[in-house]
Nanobody, 119 residues
Framework: QVQLVESGGGLVQAGGSLRLSCTAS????????MRWYRQAPGKQRELVAS???????NYVDSVKGRFTISRDNAKNTVYLQMNSLKPEDTAVYYC?????????????WGQGTQVTVSS
């Protein structure tokens, strides 16, 4: 079983910055993709950023140039640096990881961390 624990959420004014962290622990093989999703009230969960095991990042258009995803494989941790935050970035942010070889892959989710951006 793998646990993902997020931290770093909070309340910030528009234009400010936050850094989210998510650490995986437990019995696991290799971690493949790690992602950050978010879900705002009344909206569907959306993929914000992803990073492959090799470190290649991808972003949703709305956060390009403002958010940076990175990972430390030695620490089984993924980060999301969020700059120039906007009120529309307000949401619960969830960490995701998929683990194991392609023929036996498992997906895990964190519990979520609230990010609130005030105008």
């Amino acid at each position: 079983q793998v646990q993902l624990v997020e931290s770093g959420g909070g309340l910030v004014q528009a234009g400010g910055s936050l850094r989210l962290s998510c650490t995986a622990s437990g019995s696991m093989g290799s971690i493949n993709n790690m992602r950050w999703y978010r879900q705002a009230p009344g909206k569907q969960r959306e993929l914000v950023a992803s990073i492959s095991s090799g470190g290649r990042p991808n972003y949703v258009d709305s956060v390009k140039g403002r958010f940076t995803i990175s990972r430390d494989n030695a620490k089984n941790t993924v980060y999301l640096q969020m700059n120039s935050l906007k009120p529309e970035d307000t949401a619960v942010y969830y960490c995701y990881a998929d683990v194991g070889p392609i023929w036996s892959r498992y997906e895990y989710w964190g519990q979520g961390t609230q990010v609130t951006v005030s105008s």
